[in-house]
């Protein structure tokens, strides 16, 4: 007979796990608020939101996070149609070579960040090409791709090619086929995709590290300050800003998604 | 007829110029630009540093692979192989009860909020994960406090004088290195294998009881095995992604070096690029091995 409440222990076990995905992250908002400078004392000696302000006047803070945005919004376009492509291709067709292909749009993410970073650098080392935005987009675009990729693939796969045929057959060109037919079909997974993609350029630091030259994204900024910690304070209201870019577009992409899917997640 | 017909039309009637149109952008980008700089850059470990001048000797070599077995070098690529399988280790002792949990009492609502639950953390910024640790491991950080309330400071200080793996502080220790990875990897090893135990029938649970099984007999021979394609699933996240890390050993552990680390500095101030780029093939290679292992038993089926 199998009881239908669950054992206790593991109700302790799975609730302790949660606890420790989700403390780390609310203790920050905590030391948000604390008076100390100079350590990372807890419990905090005193409260103040002064900090907050404090961030507001930075400039540097504001080039870094104007940086951030800018790469992400190229890397999140370009990765939206070279994905788009890819997907479609892998989708529609079969064609000699098309696992290994398919495999190769999976690489940049199934290999360590450090080697898709080092990979490129060695390249513009050799190439002589001077570090730019540009730059930090290519190597962002490389991973931002995948993730569309994988979102948009899905999608196609639970659509059916016979909506396209039919399209064609009632007197549509291809453009109104696409603009009528397909868009409607994949908007909101490339909405997904697109967000996703955002969150993980806005976020990235291990590529960027080596493509970014004395450029500061605002994941480098706040690296640097993790290294060598100068501002406490004001690191911890930036990571809480960084909790609340990423946290909003993680949660709309996981509501256009969850109509029986998990793709979005699907590997980092 | 208007030129965007006649351009689609012709597509229509050749679906080959099509998927080269559709595959080429993505292809150049991830062929030339990734795959180019990747090879060109591995490509370097089969050439030397000139040891008086530092500039790279362009012959073709096995000299700098045979560094690697130096015991410098070699200590490097063992501690990062055993910190990645200590880390997939606890991830699956810590991620099996919450994903048994949430795929078989977890019903509608609640489904949805574990996997909201797992989802937040798994996409939540990377460096401000390590940067809550800093905060929770410094030496007047909260695990010290909490040491200091329930009066276990002993305990702490006996933990931290463990040698290898202590250190003065957690934040400076293997120990606090090892925290920190396992909370990040968590959530990749907590997916897959909710994915399998959702898979695994209630009625094999039933007819194992019904047949005489115990409990634990249940678990070993049935729920075990079946949600083993899904842990194997989530160790190749949590297994190459602490191989490849080269922040958090930084930020939180002492000044031993560790795969990333390693590739880092020989490229950055060494300079010494094919040295860097033989480590390089280390992980590359492990993880080779143990994606054509996992294949065999059944992971990518789960993924």
């Known amino acids: 007979m199998r009881s239908e409440g669950s054992p206790l222990l593991l109700k302790i076990a799975a609730l302790a796990c949660v606890a420790f995905l989700h403390v780390p992250l609310l203790l920050i908002f905590l030391y948000a608020f604390t008076t100390e400078e100079k350590s990372f004392q807890f419990p905090p000696p005193g409260y103040t939101t002064k900090w907050f302000g404090v961030v507001w006047e930075r400039q540097d803070i504001w080039d870094a996070i104007g940086l951030s945005v800018k790469v992400a919004g190229i890397a999140t376009v370009l990765a939206l149609i070279l994905g788009t492509c890819a997907a479609a291709a892998i989708s529609r067709a079969k064609f000699f070579g098309r696992d290994h292909i398919s495999l190769l749009f999976i690489l940049p993410i199934a290999l360590p960040g450090i080697v898709t970073g080092i990979a490129l650098r060695s390249t513009f080392g050799i190439m002589d090409i001077p570090f730019s935005t540009w730059t930090i987009v290519l190597g962002h675009t490389t991973f931002c791709m995948v993730v569309v990729y994988n979102n948009v693939l899905a999608r196609f796969r639970r659509t059916s090619g016979s909506m396209i045929e039919a399209s064609m057959d009632l007197g549509a060109d291809g453009f109104q086929t696409f603009r009528y037919v397909v868009l409607p079909q994949i908007a909101s997974a490339l909405l997904a995709g697109g967000m996703l993609a955002f969150a993980l350029s806005f976020d990235e630091v291990i590529v960027t590290t080596f493509t970014a030259g004395q450029q500061s994204t605002l994941p480098i900024w706040m690296l640097n300050e993790l290294i060598r910690p100068r501002q406490r304070p004001i690191t911890n209201v930036v990571a809480i800003f960084v909790i609340a870019v990423t946290f909003i577009p993680i949660l709309a992409a996981y509501y256009l998604t969850r109509e029986g899917e998990h793709t979005a997640g699907a590997g980092k | ?303």
């Open chain 2, 1 to 303: 007829m208007s030129f965007s017909r006649s351009v689609s039309n012709t597509l229509f009637r050749h679906p080959n110029w099509f998927l080269v149109i559709l595959l080429a952008p993505p292809l150049l980008w991830l062929g030339v630009a990734y795959l180019g700089s990747l090879s060109v850059f591995l490509f370097h470990a089969f050439f030397s540093i000139d040891e008086f001048s530092g500039f790279i000797k362009y012959e073709l070599t096995l000299a700098t692979f045979a560094e690697l077995f130096r015991l410098s070098n070699f200590d490097v690529i063992i501690r990062s192989l055993v910190m990645a399988t200590a880390v997939t280790l606890a991830s699956v002792v810590i991620a099996f009860p919450f994903a048994y949990f949430a795929a078989r009492y977890a019903r509608g609502k609640w489904k949805a909020l574990f996997y909201i639950l797992v989802m937040l953390p798994l996409w939540s910024s990377y460096l401000v994960k390590v940067y809550a640790w800093k905060l929770i491991l410094a030496k007047e950080g909260i695990i010290s406090w909490l040491a200091g309330e329930l009066h276990l400071t002993w305990a702490l200080d006996a933990l931290l004088a463990i040698p290898v793996i202590g250190g003065p502080s957690l934040s400076i220790s293997f120990l606090g290195t090892f925290l920190v990875f396992v909370y990040v990897w968590l959530p990749f090893m907590i997916l897959p294998t909710q994915a399998a135990l959702e898979r695994v029938p209630v009625s094999f649970i039933d007819a194992s009881s019904d047949l005489g099984g115990t409990p634990a007999q249940t678990f070993r021979h049935v729920i075990f095995p079946l949600a083993l394609p899904g842990i194997i699933a989530g160790s190749i996240f949590t297994f190459s992604l602490t191989l490849g890390d080269y922040i958090i050993p930084q930020i939180i552990g002492n000044s031993s070096y560790f795969l990333g680390q390693a590739v880092y500095s020989l490229q950055g101030t060494a300079g010494n690029i094919p040295l860097a780029a033989a480590f390089t093939v280390v992980p590359i290679v492990i993880m080779g091995f143990y994606l054509a292992i996992a294949k065999r038993m059944g992971a990518f089926d789960a993924l």
